[in-house]
């Protein structure tokens, strides 16, 4: 297996669209790493570059120390899985997995064995001799991770492989790809997807791409816990982060906020200094560390608009902004089953180990 390593990775088109531009990253032996970032951000440009599929327009990428930007992708000891499974209807399971093997003129025991092994890793053993029309969507996108496996590659590449799939092939696929994880602990895989439950439980670390860059690197809780920006506070989670528009009106080894727009004072854990008195801040909350509160001690308080029963929770959306406001509608996570919110007046706040506060976009836990 591989480490790898971007310094200054930059793709530009044309020599004028700028997609992607100081990209540096470190993903060493054993991780799987997971691109995130809204549509066009580049995650699956990055990829290709990696797999040498799309040039690299500025700065290196090393694999094992060795720099391999025109190095061609079948040299590069890298295996890639598509959004479209990107099989050959007319050939059998086993003969689908053997392909790249057979190019590569490996003896048929070497193959056999090489076949043997990823289905049983896969639970494929009783489907290679079937075509793959008569697969399911999930044993057909198995196939081409197996196809993949069978080369015994440096690093995996997952381009979206779950998107074609529904709802609950998806959730059996995306156990499916934890568990041969587990059971290759030494691989090195990277994997690109737009679904955060995905990323939140597959990833050892996830990358935010954004706005041509990388936003954060962290494992799944430190991008939930402490966002560096809003961007990420608001990308990772669902439903998105709570910014609420404040000032500092207390400062030390805690900080006291008045909220404006409604809300009252709020205080959270995060140090500032007598230079932060009067700060123009938002005040992160997650719907889900949202919980009623009395007195002035709160963070909103406003006019329930819609309450949606879940069962094991009620998400509580608040009055729309009104023409002219530019604000987002604050959402609650309340646990349990609640009755009659809606049209009443709720008042909420949070532990101040849950609040976040941002200056200009950027988290004051990060200055």
Same mark, same amino acid.
């Given at each position: 297996?591989?480490?790898?390593?971007?310094?200054?990775?930059?793709?530009?088109?044309?020599?004028?669209?700028?997609?992607?531009?100081?990209?540096?990253?470190?993903?060493?032996?054993?991780?799987?790493?997971?691109?995130?970032?809204?549509?066009?951000?580049?995650?699956?440009?990055?990829?290709?570059?990696?797999?040498?599929?799309?040039?690299?327009?500025?700065?290196?990428?090393?694999?094992?120390?060795?720099?391999?930007?025109?190095?061609?992708?079948?040299?590069?000891?890298?295996?890639?899985?598509?959004?479209?499974?990107?099989?050959?209807?007319?050939?059998?399971?086993?003969?689908?997995?053997?392909?790249?093997?057979?190019?590569?003129?490996?003896?048929?025991?070497?193959?056999?064995?090489?076949?043997?092994?990823?289905?049983?890793?896969?639970?494929?053993?009783?489907?290679?001799?079937?075509?793959?029309?008569?697969?399911?969507?999930?044993?057909?996108?198995?196939?081409?991770?197996?196809?993949?496996?069978?080369?015994?590659?440096?690093?995996?590449?997952?381009?979206?492989?779950?998107?074609?799939?529904?709802?609950?092939?998806?959730?059996?696929?995306?156990?499916?790809?934890?568990?041969?994880?587990?059971?290759?602990?030494?691989?090195?895989?990277?994997?690109?997807?737009?679904?955060?439950?995905?990323?939140?439980?597959?990833?050892?670390?996830?990358?935010?791409?954004?706005?041509?860059?990388?936003?954060?690197?962290?494992?799944?809780?430190?991008?939930?816990?402490?966002?560096?920006?809003?961007?990420?506070?608001?990308?990772?989670?669902?439903?998105?982060?709570?910014?609420?528009?404040?000032?500092?009106?207390?400062?030390?080894?805690?900080?006291?906020?008045?909220?404006?727009?409604?809300?009252?004072?709020?205080?959270?854990?995060?140090?500032?200094?007598?230079?932060?008195?009067?700060?123009?801040?938002?005040? !992160?909350?997650?719907?889900?560390?949202?919980?009623?509160?009395? !007195?002035?001690?709160?963070?909103?308080?406003?006019?329930?608009?819609?309450?949606?029963?879940?069962?094991?929770?009620?998400?509580?959306?608040?009055?729309?902004?009104?023409?002219?406001?530019?604000?987002?509608?604050?959402?609650?996570?309340?646990?349990?089953?609640?009755?009659?919110?809606?049209?009443?007046?709720?008042?909420?706040?949070?532990?101040?180990?849950?609040?976040?506060?941002?200056?200009?976009?950027?988290?004051?836990?990060?200055?």
């Amino acid at each position: 297996m591989a480490d790898l390593k971007l310094t200054n990775v930059a793709k530009v088109y044309g020599g004028t669209v700028e997609v992607l531009k100081g990209i540096n990253l470190d993903i060493t032996t054993g991780e799987l790493i997971v691109f995130v970032g809204p549509s066009g951000c580049g995650k699956s440009t990055l990829l290709r570059m990696i797999a040498g599929l799309e040039k690299i327009s500025e700065g290196t990428l090393e694999i094992d120390g060795t720099v391999v930007n025109d190095v061609p992708p079948a040299q590069r000891g890298i295996a890639m899985v598509f959004q479209s499974y990107a099989l050959y209807p007319h050939m059998t399971v086993r003969d689908n997995m053997a392909f790249a093997l057979k190019l590569a003129k490996n003896s048929a025991t070497e193959i056999d064995e090489a076949i043997t092994r990823a289905a049983r890793v896969l639970q494929l053993e009783d489907y290679l001799d079937r075509l793959p029309k008569a697969l399911s969507g999930g044993q057909r996108q198995r196939v081409a991770i197996g196809r993949s496996i069978v080369r015994d590659p440096k690093v995996y590449l997952f381009d979206e492989p779950l998107s074609n799939l529904d709802a609950s092939l998806r959730v059996a696929t995306r156990i499916e790809i934890a568990q041969l994880k587990e059971s290759m602990p030494d691989s090195t895989m990277i994997y690109v997807t737009h679904d955060q439950v995905e990323a939140m439980t597959l990833a050892s670390r996830i990358v935010v791409l954004a706005n041509k860059g990388i936003a954060q690197v962290g494992t799944p809780l430190e991008l939930y816990e402490t966002p560096e920006n809003e961007f990420v506070a608001q990308f990772i989670g669902s439903p998105a982060m709570n910014l609420l528009a404040g000032e500092v009106v207390k400062t030390g080894k805690t900080t006291t906020v008045k909220v404006h727009d409604g809300g009252g004072t709020i205080t959270a854990n995060i140090p500032t200094t007598d230079n932060d008195m009067g700060l123009a801040v938002n005040v !992160g909350i997650r719907p889900e560390d949202m919980i009623p509160a009395t !007195g002035d001690n709160h963070a909103f308080k406003d006019t329930v608009s819609i309450a949606e029963a879940l069962g094991e929770v009620t998400q509580v959306y608040f009055e729309p902004p009104k023409a002219g406001q530019n604000k987002d509608t604050v959402i609650a996570k309340l646990a349990g089953i609640h009755h009659g919110l809606r049209g009443q007046e709720m008042t909420l706040t949070a532990d101040p180990s849950k609040v976040h506060l941002f200056s200009n976009g950027q988290s004051l836990l990060y200055r």
